[in-house]
T-cell receptor, first 114, second 115 residues
């Protein structure tokens, strides 16, 4: 079945440490890929997106993500985490064909230790 | 601020009741999407409208309906409410009718509590 998997429900890192949030998808073709962040009590904000081309994508707030076709992954990274990055992060996929609705992963909640 | 507005911010009601959630898309956007976020189901796509017409349907219950008006704002109607309908309901908008490259911008959500 088509799905988006974020294997880590919770992640805790220290401020200043590096971060990697995992996202795997299972679709026949390369879908369109997105990362969103949801701060407490807020809506979802787009961090970055991948459609085609360069597999390393730069986003806002110092985030980047790398698309790896061979691993069906689109992991989100940040070299140095700030306390304000504490939030929930969602990977989303739009299947290449179909109704173009977003399929969201279950989210990863990031906690940042001072 | 995404430019998408949703009202009300919070809604508390009783089982069996009916409520209406409202969404105003970003200026110029023609598509509106509705999502439900609950603890057990996560973020689920409900329905999409493009320029007044239903474009795509997801996991939307028959008790729920939506429409998009000529001024492009949208309303999500939830009826015969059950406890399990308690959730955060998001509206998103995009310029196009939902091509894969069409980024969706999300509103702040309406938190519905059914008692």
């Amino acid at each position: 079945a088509q799905s988006v998997t974020q294997p880590d429900i919770h992640i805790t890192v220290s401020e200043g440490a590096s971060l990697e949030l995992r996202c795997n998808y299972s679709y026949g073709a390369t879908p369109y890929l997105f990362w969103y962040v949801q701060s407490p009590g807020q809506g979802l904000q787009l961090l970055l997106k991948y459609f085609s081309g360069d597999t390393l994508v730069q986003g806002i707030k110092g985030f980047e993500a790398e698309f790896k076709r061979s691993q069906s992954s689109f992991n989100l990274r940040k070299p140095s985490v700030h306390w304000s990055d504490a939030a929930e992060y969602f990977c989303a996929v739009v299947p290449y064909s179909g109704t173009y609705k977003y399929i969201f992963g279950t989210g990863t909640r990031l906690k940042v230790l001072a | 601020d995404s430019g998408v507005t949703q009202t009300p911010k919070h809604l508390i009601t009783a089982t069996g009741q009916r409520v209406t959630l409202r969404c105003s898309p970003r200026s110029g956007d023609l598509s509106v999407y509705w999502y439900q976020q609950s603890l057990d189901q996560g973020l689920q796509f409900l329905i999409q409208y493009y320029n007044g017409e239903e474009r795509a349907k997801g996991n939307i219950l028959e008790r729920f309906s939506a429409q998009q008006f000529p001024d492009l704002h949208s309303e999500l109607n939830l009826s015969s409410l059950e406890l399990g309908d308690s959730a955060l309901y998001f509206c998103a908008s995009s310029f196009q009718q939902g091509s894969g490259t069409d980024t969706q911008y999300f509103g702040p959500g309406t938190r519905l509590t059914v008692l």
